[in-house]
């Protein structure tokens, strides 16, 4: 079956410094792969897709890459601050259909004074 | 207002009881969704909805049964609750064609 993996462990970084956050996966590469942010007691929010195509995707401080060689996403955020503190996901949708997003179970990002 | 509400947001209850959910979106979105978050975070589907018809049903125990009256509501009942059920429900919404999702902000569930 599919799986996707992200850094289990939380990750603590300095303000003004750039977070990196990982999301592997198996199997055949999707259409597409998404990343959402999820803050405590809320829903996840959308915040970027890639598309198998396209090797990177940036919105103001933030940059998505996808290596469909090495089954690999990346997420920056450049200039962290501690508003970014948050759980971030990633999510595929293997099916191909755009119905079935799978999540993987995030990393907890923690950006300190 | 809020695009995707669903209520309430905590819920309390015994085994053996049955409750429901309320989800309702303003987007005008053609496809809704039911995803179960567990107490590690995994967050999975269970339920899609397009123009109020059922088309993905993720083996979820048939004590679960959705119900969309119409295509900006998509309601979870849940029979016999088990301790198992305890989990954060998300309702979520997506437009046909634009493949990203608008989550609630979900529904504690805690079976005692």
């Known amino acids: 079956s599919q799986k996707i993996e992200q850094n289990s462990e939380a990750l603590n970084i300095q303000e003004g410094k750039t977070a990196t956050l990982t999301c592997n996966y198996t199997?055949?590469?999707?259409?597409?792969l998404q990343w959402y942010r999820q803050d405590p007691g809320r829903g996840p929010v959308f915040l970027l897709l890639?598309?198998?195509?396209?090797k990177e995707k940036r919105k103001e401080r933030l940059k998505v890459t996808f290596d469909t060689t090495l089954k690999q996403s990346l997420f920056h955020i450049t200039a962290s601050q501690p508003a970014d503190s948050a759980t971030y996901l990633c999510?595929?949708?293997?099916?191909?259909?755009?119905?079935?997003?799978?999540f993987g179970t995030g990393t907890q990002l923690k950006v300190e004074l | 207002d809020t695009a995707v509400s669903q209520t309430p947001k905590y819920l309390v209850t015994q085994m053996g009881n049955d409750k429901s959910i309320k989800c309702e979106q303003n987007?005008?979105?053609?496809?809704m969704y039911w995803y179960k978050q567990d107490s590690k975070k995994f967050l999975k589907i269970m339920f899609s909805?397009?123009?109020?018809?059922?088309?993905i049903n993720e083996t979820v125990p048939n004590r679960f049964s959705p119900k969309s009256p119409d295509k900006a509501h998509l309601n979870l009942h849940i029979n016999s609750l088990e301790l198992g059920d305890s989990a954060v429900y998300f309702c979520?919404?997506?437009?046909?064609?634009?493949?990203?999702?608008?989550f609630g902000n979900g529904t504690r569930l805690t079976v005692t």
């Open positions: 979520a919404s997506s437009q046909d064609g634009v493949n990203t999702l608008h």
């Open positions: 909805y397009n123009n109020k018809e059922l088309i």
């Open positions: 987007l005008g979105h053609d496809t």
């Open positions: 199997n055949y590469s999707p259409a597409y």
């Open positions: 890639i598309r198998e195509n396209e």
């Open positions: 999510a595929l949708d293997f099916t191909g259909g755009g119905n079935k997003l799978t």
